[in-house]
């Protein structure tokens, strides 16, 4: 079992999504996540990654992966802002490391 915990700036992204369908797509990728089945993930540095969803705008998570049982959600966006959040999710996991 994997515990994940959501930065401020995860949660507030969440919880803007207007629709509640998309909303809950999402929650049940990061329930699956907890339960040790990643999907499609890629890497985009030291222990941080992103997870993809194939519907919508293409929705990105942003994570950051402590040993192998705890994750941070650092936020999230969606193809079209991936690079700006790939950034701030960068920012995010630095500032949780210091």
Known sequence: ???VVYTENFS???NAI???STRFR???RIERLQSGHLG???K???DLYEMREFFGPGWRMYYLQHAK???VMLGGG???SQSDDIKLAKKIAKELRE
């Open 69 to 71: 049982t705890i994750v």
């Open 12 to 14: 507030n992204w969440l």
């Open 40 to 42: 499609d993930v890629k």
């Open 44 to 46: 985009i540095g030291d």
């Open 26 to 28: 999402l929650i049940r």
């Open 78 to 80: 969606d193809k079209k």
């Open 1 to 3: 079992m994997i515990k």
């Open 18 to 20: 207007k629709d509640s």
